[in-house]
């Protein structure tokens, strides 16, 4: 265990160095609350989504390191923001005018139009625990309305009265002169309706610990701010939680990083200590554009896992979570393939090299075998060759080039299999552009045909692979790119592809004789 702790103690992977971080943080004595405490917050207005999911996998993937380095407890809340008022109805949902009538009420007081649990937000928060149970999260649940309502918030609420003009300075600070008129960072919760109300607070009272505003109405009312009477504007809500919690490191999304000097200075106008935090870059669509929930663009973790397994998606999560990624259909099968190269990679690395591996980090330190004897990309090209309807139509040629494989001693490749049909269904075939090849690379398909016809080198990916390649040669392409890019556009339809010496010996040498020829006979062109 020492070397294991020395090793990730200089350790340059980023879960590391942000678990350093936290470390610091107790340098001199350990926490008075006897554990340290990750959080990931949840805006439960609508359903999970694949920012959830990286929020929640890289903050464990952290928390893990930290256990590598430290014997402080840890613990990882997962805090749900229901006690927020419904501000728009979401258009993805049933009952859209019982929404409508339920506006500005806090979620877990609106109805649940789906009608199976007490409310929207309790459905929701349902939605998140099921999303996290499925991915094998360790967490604790925390919903605001119950943090509000039990009194668990009340000792720092009181305080935010008694510290009410530091807080607002704070906030009137970051806010244009037209809102500083009417900005209050407590949001009475009307008594008799139910909504959150944006209305200016007229008094707080520091003694009593209450506000007294005006209603929509014009009329007066006077709430203690304990009790979930009141709940604060997110914003201040935000630093409050850490200085009541105790919060040790909370990560967030490039759009927040500019309320982060906002957050820090209210939980220590509040008492607490700022926590560690770790600001994310944002995932772009095909356009690179932000993902956007409202707009719909990019990836939803459903459309991820319908084509790879979650530990490819957890490989996407981990690599450079600093720099913003496109996240698009395309990042798939590359994704699948480099965390399969990984874990190939990780039994003859040294710890410190295991430790910098993605893998680890995905798997808590214990990373399976790989059993992908065959790419995933190497499976999209052979589904578009062989026309295979499913997977069973894969079995095949993957038996005749590794004839040790099965689906039972191979489940990721079976699984895999399945998943590369229905991506090239859905996301290749349709896109597929053959075109006819030119006199040079029609002269060059013709050798290579002819030299496979001869051929006795079995199945060995490597010399088929300097076969093609020296046949691109004696035809003069340079630079010899473009002699594979030819051999793609003309066989597969598509502008890149695997190594063609690979793809050969999966396919089969007969085979690809006679995909050449049709090809140049013009009978494949979609």
């Not at 806090?106 to 929207?120: A, I, K, M, N, R």
Request: net charge negative; aromatic share 12%.
């Amino acid at each position: 265990m020492s070397s294991l702790r020395d090793a990730a103690m200089n350790s340059k992977a980023w879960p590391f160095e942000e678990a350093r971080r936290v470390l610091k943080r107790y340098e001199k004595k350990d926490p008075e609350k006897g554990y340290v405490l990750f959080e990931t917050g949840y805006g439960p207005s609508g359903l999970p989504h694949i920012g959830t999911f990286g929020e929640v996998q890289r903050t464990t993937m952290i928390r893990r390191a930290f256990e590598i380095i430290s014997d402080i407890p840890t613990r990882l809340f997962c805090f749900s923001d229901d006690l927020d008022g419904m501000r728009k109805v979401p258009e993805n949902v049933p009952q859209q005018e019982l929404l409508k009538a339920n506006i500005q009420k806090p979620l877990t007081s609106v109805p649940d139009p789906f009608g199976e649990y007490e409310s929207f937000g309790h459905h929701n928060n349902a939605m998140l625990r099921r999303f996290l149970d499925t991915f094998g999260f360790e967490y604790e649940f925390y919903s605001a309305t119950e943090f509000y309502k039990s009194g668990a918030f009340d000792d720092t609420l009181k305080l935010a009265t008694e510290r009410y003009e530091k807080i607002m300075e704070i906030m009137l600070a970051s806010l244009r002169e037209e809102r500083q008129q009417t900005y209050s960072c407590f949001l009475p919760i009307h008594p008799e309706t139910g909504r959150v109300l944006y209305v200016p607070i007229k008094h707080v009272d520091k003694k009593e610990h209450t506000v007294t505003f005006d209603d929509e109405t014009g009329r007066e009312w006077t709430l203690p701010v304990t009790g979930g009477n009141v709940k604060l504007q997110w914003k201040p809500d935000f630093g409050a939680r850490w200085a009541a919690l105790g919060v040790d490191f909370e990560m967030y999304g490039k759009d927040h990083s500019t309320n982060t000097p906002i957050y820090d200075g209210i939980c220590e106008v509040l008492g607490g200590r700022k926590p560690e935090h770790f600001t994310y870059e944002l995932f772009l669509d095909e356009q690179g554009q932000k993902i956007s929930k409202s707009k719909g663009n990019g990836l939803t973790i459903d459309e991820w896992l319908t084509y790879a397994a979650t530990e490819s998606l957890g490989y996407f999560m981990y690599q450079k979570p600093k720099t913003a990624k496109r996240l698009w259909w395309d990042v798939i099968p590359k994704a699948v393939d480099e965390y399969h190269q990984q874990l190939r990679a990780f039994p003859d690395q040294d710890e410190a090299a295991r430790l910098a591996n993605p893998v680890w980090h995905i798997h808590n330190g214990q990373p399976p075998a790989s059993d992908m004897v065959v790419p995933f990309a190497m499976l999209l090209n052979l589904a578009s060759v062989a026309g295979a309807k499913d997977k069973d139509g894969l079995w095949g040629f993957i038996r005749k080039y590794a004839p040790d494989a099965s689906p039972e001693q191979n489940p990721q490749l079976d699984q895999a299999a399945a998943f590369a049909v229905r991506y090239f269904n859905d996301h290749v075939a349709p896109t597929r552009t053959f075109r006819p090849a030119s006199e040079r690379e029609r002269a060059a398909m013709e050798d290579l045909s002819g030299r496979l016809k001869v051929w006795d080198g079995g199945l060995d990916a490597e010399a088929l692979q300097s076969m093609v390649f020296a046949v691109g040669k004696e035809h003069g392409f340079e630079p010899l790119r473009d002699w594979f890019t030819a051999l793609y556009e003309v066989l597969l339809g598509a502008s890149q592809g695997p190594r063609f010496g690979g793809f050969i010996a999966l396919y089969g040498v007969g085979e690809t004789v006679t995909l050449i020829e049709k090809a140049l006979a013009g009978e494949i062109a979609a």
